[in-house]
């Protein structure tokens, strides 16, 4: 069993940079490919970026290519998303998942586990 909870969101303007945070219980975080999702106002969940056990193999979507970084820290038990040059497109609830998805980074429903979510917001 991994517990997630993410942190990090906020209100920003268009520009600006924030950096999520997902801290992961258990022991075998490490194990865990992680992604990190989100669902705009009114629209359906999307994925956004996803990073492996090993942090070998990282891929993003189209929107946010170049302007956000996966990484992940196994010794802290955590996964960030830093966002740069955030739109007002990009606001949403984030989400942060982990599960064994290999190739299938990108399917939410590959996914076991997920956190609670965290607001961005960005004005323009």
């Known amino acids: 069993q991994v517990q997630l909870v993410e942190s990090g969101g906020g209100l920003v303007q268009a520009g600006d940079s924030l950096r999520l945070s997902c801290a992961a219980s258990?022991?075998?975080?490490?194990?865990?490919?992680m992604g990190w999702f989100r669902q705009p106002p009114g629209k359906e969940r999307e994925f956004v970026a996803a990073?492996?056990?090993?942090?070998?193999?990282?891929n993003y979507a189209d929107s946010v290519k170049g302007r956000f970084t996966i990484s992940r820290d196994n010794a802290k038990n955590t996964v960030y998303l830093q966002m740069n040059s955030l739109k007002p497109e990009d606001t949403a609830v984030y989400y942060c998942?982990?599960?064994?998805?290999?190739?299938?980074?990108?399917?939410?429903?590959?996914?076991?586990?997920w956190g609670q979510g965290t607001q961005v917001t960005v004005s323009s």
């Open positions: 998942a982990a599960g064994l998805v290999g190739g299938k980074y990108a399917r939410g429903p590959d996914y076991n586990f």
């Open positions: 990073i492996s056990w090993s942090g070998g193999s990282i």
């Open positions: 258990g022991r075998t975080f490490i194990a865990y490919d």
